[in-house]
T-cell receptor, first 113, second 110 residues
């Protein structure tokens, strides 16, 4: 199994600003992903974080809004840029090995005012 | 879009078995059935997964029909702490990507 931590656990931000969320895995994983969970909704996959290269984004998500980095196998960041109240959500990262289950972090609860 | 259909909600009495159904009639030969659950205000938790054989671990059992078009997650002795949203997901095992549907909200009652 893998233990995944995220920082910050929550934040309140003003519109127009940006927030960077960090995700750390306690063991080497081949895959890392970022998800968004809007209030009362299920999880939506934002992108696959690729080590040392550009992330692969799902339909409806773009790099300019959600830049992602993954400098090594155990660490990734997601930035929510130029925030608006519609970006208020829980952001979660996951990690795991190819062909195996994914483990999720506790999430970052973001409120944009 | 999610490739699975689940009931929106279910109730179960504490101590009884909880049987959560999932339909995945368009599943491909290389796709696995994964089950996760999300307890309120927490990240999703992996439960179990399978390809075509029935699987059992310390948390649950997974029964997959012979034609693989549906499956059932069984929690043998549900407790109040099993109250959660349960997600059935089909995905090729090598992608790691999980496309979540709306899941089943299981309420375990005393």
């Amino acid at each position: 199994s893998a233990v995944i931590s995220q920082k910050p656990s929550r934040d309140i931000c003003q519109r127009g600003t940006s927030l960077t969320i960090q995700c750390q895995v306690d063991s080497q994983v081949t895959m890392m992903f970022w998800y968004r969970q809007q209030p009362g909704q299920s999880l939506t996959l934002i992108a696959t974080a690729n080590q040392g290269s550009e992330a692969t984004y799902e339909s409806g998500f773009v790099i300019d809004k959600f830049p992602i980095s993954r400098p090594n196998l155990t660490f990734s960041t997601l930035t929510v840029s130029n925030m608006s109240p519609e970006d208020s959500s829980i952001y979660l990262c996951s990690g795991g090995r190819e062909g195996s289950e994914q483990y999720f972090g506790p999430g970052t609860r973001l409120t944009v005012t | 879009d999610a490739k699975t259909t689940q009931p929106t909600s279910m109730d179960c009495a504490e101590g009884r078995a909880a049987n959560l159904p999932c339909n995945h009639s368009t599943i491909s030969g290389n796709e696995y059935v994964y089950w996760y659950r999300q307890i309120h205000s927490q990240g999703p938790q992996y439960i179990i997964h399978g390809l075509k054989n029935n699987e059992t671990n310390e948390m649950a059992s997974l029964i997959i029909t012979e034609d693989r078009k549906s499956s059932t997650l069984i929690l043998p002795h549900a407790t109040l702490r099993d109250t959660a949203v349960y997600y059935c997901i089909v995905t090729p095992s090598n992608t790691g990507k999980l496309i979540f549907g709306q899941g089943t909200t299981l309420q375990v009652k005393p």
